[in-house]
């Protein structure tokens, strides 16, 4: 049991060092152009992208319109807060606060629309979340035309454009520590007016941090720890990014703790192809 209050607090102090880090990039620079660009399509940081530039060269994209509304003001900022507070239970956040903004088309590749996003604050059931608001311009003045909760980081490079058609999609990529065992969940969304639709999904968890070995007690042969790593690339060369998915799997041989564990590891890699009838990611 100590251990596992070693461990957890361990894991703690390390999610929240990522966390100062990760609001210190983005309390450097607020407002960011995040305008989708084929020949840069961004991901997270720990996604590969393969930019395949000779490929998207070509392609015109068209550039979003200078918005009449101007910039989103600090005035309007915090009305978006409110709503998010009236929205969204922020917990014990008691600075919750917005936290960056940043530009993008959501609606329309020439229309400018932004994203505001919330900080950090825990959600019933322990999990960290942030709010997304999503901004438009009316023709006069700003208005929150979405809002969803959001696990995980947010920054540029949550955005990217996987079909190549100059509206942004949203990958959220988020995890923690429930009984014992770390998740990790990675999604992609698109808006679909006020809310998103899920384009993809997957989950992967492990019994190796917080003392989830000790206490699911698993049998030999069973799989105890998942991990996935996500890329795009356009394998096909259509200009629409595909999903690729490198898992790797660890099936336990012997031992009952962290310590004494021995897995056997197996890898393989699943490509996913965006189906735009279906409006999501299917195996290939
Ligand atoms: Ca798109
Ligand atoms: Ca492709």
Redesign the pocket.
Known sequence: MQKTIILFFSLFIFIHLVSCSSEQNTHQDQTVDAT?NPSKNTAPATTNVNKNDEATEAIAVPQPQVPSCGKPSEEFLGKVLGQMKEEFDLGTEKDAKIEGVLNAQFSSATEAEYIAFSSMFYAGGGAQMRVLAKIACDGESWKVTGMIDYAGFFTPQSL??????????LVEEGGGLHMGTCFTNYNLY?WQGAKTKQLFSNHATSLLCGGGLEMAAPEKGEVIETEFEMSFEDKDGDKVLELVEKKMEGVLQSGTTEEDVKMEKTESTMVYKYDATQGKYIQL
């Open positions: 989708p990217i454009d996987i079909d190549n058609d100059g509206i942004h999609e698109r």
